[in-house]
């Protein structure tokens, strides 16, 4: 471009203008998706930013994406699938609409740490196990107090890296029959393959793997959810008045939302799913592995790096951690160089840890390419 051609038009910011594309290897918001830029033309050409939300046409752009979602995780007809502002609003909206008094917390990392402040906030009595950050949770170890309502299970930890497996979230659930169970599978959908004949609720936001901009969370809930906020909202307790479970239930039964949603993300994940349906999610959730497992083993073998979850079977797919011998910003900064950003560690961990994200916007070439820059460091 050249410099000297005149002052750039206001929305050329020059933040924005960068010519060098980055592949963003971020856990969220992350690399989009590449038919993101197509749908989102095709959106703009149908004037999706205008349309009224009670109109037929959203509706059918409810259904499309709600049917897409249905097929790609295998929601069955017993849960609904809502949209809120953001998964963190999901944390909120499950402890007020499906916990009358007591909440279990497997805490694995900062996230799901959060997720258990939230229920304090709204004050409900917590009760939680905890795991060192880095370390995670196999099913026999979990104990369940009696009077806990609701089990909050972090999928995946974007903070630490650890996974929970899903036959290990199962046999939880099977063995904790009446109480309800809510996964956070935010930095994973649609990768963990959850048996939603057995999960109650599970809820993701966009910008994480479905590699779409940030701005709307998705609730899967199931009936046995909405009896619950039902009888809770009949008692003493207040299930909140945005975005409750009965007045989502109530709307989508006409695929509508109780108020104005993201109609334009809304349009754009019913299209990303349908794109992975199209590619089939085994094909996704084995590609997810194949990354990984390459990841994994560099990280493994280079005298700069290390694994930062030990349990083989506690590592993410989808949020790869590395421990860094010499600080990572020096590493973060040599991989953008190459065109590529990749993340800090979390919190404390920020100047030791690197995290890739492992999402499908990513192929496995762009990751070869990740590890070969990574390797000549
Ligand atoms: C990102 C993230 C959240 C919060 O999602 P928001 O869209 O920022 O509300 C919750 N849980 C996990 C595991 C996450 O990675």
């Known amino acids: 471009m050249n410099r000297n051609a005149g002052p750039k038009p206001a929305f050329l910011h020059p933040y924005l203008s960068h010519s060098m594309k980055q592949v963003y290897f971020t856990a969220g918001p992350a690399e989009l998706y590449p038919t993101v830029y197509a749908h989102l033309q095709e959106a703009m050409d149908r004037q999706i930013g205008s349309i009224s939300h009670r109109s037929a046409q959203f509706r059918s752009i409810y259904q499309f994406c709600a049917e897409q979602l249905r097929a790609l995780m295998s929601i069955p007809e017993t ?34 740490k959060k997720f258990c402040e939230y229920a304090t906030a709204v004050h409900k009595y917590t009760h939680k196990q905890e795991k060192p950050f880095g370390e995670g949770f196999d099913y026999g170890e979990v104990e369940v107090p009696e009077y806990a309502e609701l089990i909050a299970v972090t999928q995946n930890e ?10 290990d979230i199962h046999k939880l659930k099977r063995s904790n029959g009446r109480k309800l169970m809510a996964v956070d ?31 709307l969370g998705v609730w899967i809930a199931n009936e046995k959810c909405l009896e619950k906020a039902e009888l809770l909202r009949h008692g003493d307790q207040t299930i909140g008045a945005h975005n409750s479970l009965p007045l989502l239930w109530k ?24 794109d992975f349906n199209r590619i089939g999610v085994e094909t996704i959730r084995k590609e997810t592995e194949e990354k990984a497992k390459s ?12 694994p930062f979850v030990k349990e083989e079977r506690h590592r993410s797919r989808t949020v790869v951690v590395a421990t860094t011998k010499k600080p990572s910003s020096e590493i973060i900064a040599k991989v953008k160089e190459s065109g590529m950003v990749i993340g800090s ?33």
Not at 83 to 98: D, I, K, M, Q, Y
Not at 158 to 166: K, L
Not at 256 to 268: K, R
Not at 296 to 303: R, T
């Open 185 to 215: 599978i935010v930095s994973s959908a649609p990768y963990p393959d959850l048996d939603f004949s057995l999960i109650d609720s599970a809820f993701f936001s966009v910008q994480k793997a479905f590699g779409l901009p940030a701005g």
């Open 345 to 377: 560690g979390y919190g404390q961990f920020k100047d030791s840890q690197i995290r890739i994200a492992n999402f499908p916007a990513t192929s496995a070439g762009q990751v070869g390419r990740l590890i070969d820059v990574l390797g000549k460091l």
């Open 295 to 306: 990841l994994y083993k560099f990280i493994e073998n280079h005298p700069l790096f290390e």
């Open 251 to 274: 709307n989508f039964k006409n695929y509508e939302t109780p108020a104005t949603p993201n109609v334009l993300l809304i349009y754009l994940l019913g299209k990303i799913a349908e």
């Open 158 to 167: 974007t903070s630490s890296g650890v996974q929970m497996r899903t036959v």
């Open 79 to 112: 849960h609904g699938i809502f949209f809120t502002g953001s998964a963190s609003e999901v944390w909120e909206r499950v402890l007020l609409n499906c916990v009358e008094h007591e909440s279990f917390h497997l805490i694995n990392g900062s996230f799901s």
